[in-house]
């Protein structure tokens, strides 16, 4: 495998982690993730991110360098944009091989370095206005862009090619292979990196959705032709496209988010499954889009990604000893984390000798500032007076998504 040229002298040396790991231990990856790093070479060399050893990634790594006559070892500079071990995992045997190598983190990465890989020397803050001058026409600048997604965060920007290196900023999941940038793509792949955009977005990004929105603004200064994120595609035709989807996804925060529904359901005995039919059928027949998802049989990184951008949630669940359904406990802890705010709610559920699953939804969910209309909870199986009254309250809330301003 060789390196891929961005422009003259910069260069994209990546690896494809394969799915039989979950990414951050969490995200299902069925069709993996790329892992970019980024070499710049001037009269100095810098490589900006780096990987940790996962899944034959070093020796990918080691081959696209040799394809470009650089080694590990030649490297002058390393540019830590974030901390994060699947960009930083190999720091400790890379300073082994090579201990006149410099590194160039934010402020706040600096502790990081030490704490994690116990590496003082050679270590130089940067932050927004620094640059450095690797000779040759090739000037690095840099950009603090706290929370994206940890506090220590930041960009770096080559200025003579235009080329953004915004690290897990305008990322996505799944390999990349033969078709690297965005004119290459079919829109067979299209299709496929938008949807793996919203999902990483929504898994990895979306509570820091303000911190987006604000370095969004903050890099709008910069003549971006081209940019290069650690996770995905290389944006060179189209960059603004990206941009754009991270501006709108980041958008959904505060709301409003897009007019579909999505209903997620849990049933122990089959009482509450009764009702989802009816359910899908009533939002259907108000013409909104309605996306389903099972849980615990579907993995929240699925059910999280579908949320994040609708407008209205209909949750369905039993109660179990008292309190909710513990599969959906799990799904609206996630809510929560990734600040999934201001939705359009109804929830429905049966319940055996008592209730309580409502009680708990409420105090969870509170914090999240969503609108619910009245919930429809019923013992044992429900008659069909139950079926219609849900139904009514499914239609109601697809009523008010389709007429969101």
Known sequence: MSAVELASGVYRIAANIGNKDL??????????????????????????????????????????????GAEFKDIDYLILNHMEPDHTGWLAELKKQNPNLEILCSKKAVPLVKAFYKIEDGVTSVGSGDSLD????????????PNIHWPETMVTFEKSTGILFSCDAF??????????????????????????????YANIVSTFSSFVLKAIEKLGGLDIRMIAPSHGIIWRKNPSEVIEQYRRLASYHNGPAEKEITLIWSSMYGNTEKLVRPLIEAVESEGVKINVHRVPQEHISFVLADAWKSAGLIFGMPTYEYRMFPPMAHVLDIFDRSHVKFRKIFRFGSFGWSGGAQKQFHEMTEALKWECIEPVEWQGAADEQI??????????????IKNME
């Open 134 to 145: 690797l000779g040759g026409g090739k000037v690095l600048l840099f950009e603090d862009t």
């Open 387 to 400: 079926i219609q009254k849900a139904v009514e309250q499914a239609r109601e809330l697809a009523r008010q």
């Open 23 to 68: 990414f951050e231990g969490i995200w299902p990856i069925p069709d993996g993730v790329s892992i970019n790093s980024y070499l710049v070479k001037g009269e100095k060399t810098a490589l900006i991110d780096l990987v940790k050893d996962w899944d034959d990634a070093l020796s990918q790594i080691n081959e696209q360098l040799s394809s470009v």
């Open 171 to 200: 990322g996505s999941f799944g390999q990349v292979k033969d078709r690297v940038f965005d004119d290459e793509l079919t829109m067979e792949d299209r299709e496929f990196y938008e949807r793996e955009t919203l999902r990483y």
